[in-house]
């Protein structure tokens, strides 16, 4: 089993920055891809970013130029910093690990951004 904890959600202004960080735990050597996840009221879950174990990353058009995904493989920790924050931005931020038998969920951690 793979265990993932977020953190470094809260509250920002628009145009401000958060960084977000996700730390797997338990059966690290199955994960292969890490990503993250949002979701916003009365929406659907939506891809934000992902990253490989070799470090391709891949990001929704609605975020390109703004998060930048990384992870460091020796802490098990992924990241999402977040620049130039939308109100549009503000949604639950999940992150996820890709698994040999299927993809993992962290609880979740809010994201405002206000205008």
């Known amino acids: 089993q793979v265990q993932l904890v977020e953190s470094g959600g809260g509250l920002v202004q628009a145009g401000g920055s958060l960084r977000l960080s996700c730390a797997a735990s338990?059966?690290?050597?199955?994960?292969?891809?890490m990503g993250w996840y949002r979701q916003a009221p009365g929406k659907q879950r939506e891809l934000v970013a992902a990253?490989?174990?070799?470090?391709?990353?891949n990001y929704a058009d609605s975020v390109k130029g703004r998060f930048t995904i990384s992870r460091d493989n020796a802490k098990n920790t992924v990241y999402l910093q977040m620049n130039s924050l939308k109100p549009e931005d503000t949604a639950v931020y999940y992150c996820?690990?890709?698994?040999?038998?299927?993809?993992?969920w962290g609880q979740g951690t809010q994201v405002t951004v206000s205008s």
């Open positions: 996820t690990a890709g698994t040999v038998v299927g993809l993992r």
């Open positions: 990253i490989t174990s070799g470090g391709s990353t």
């Open positions: 338990g059966s690290i050597f199955s994960i292969n891809a």
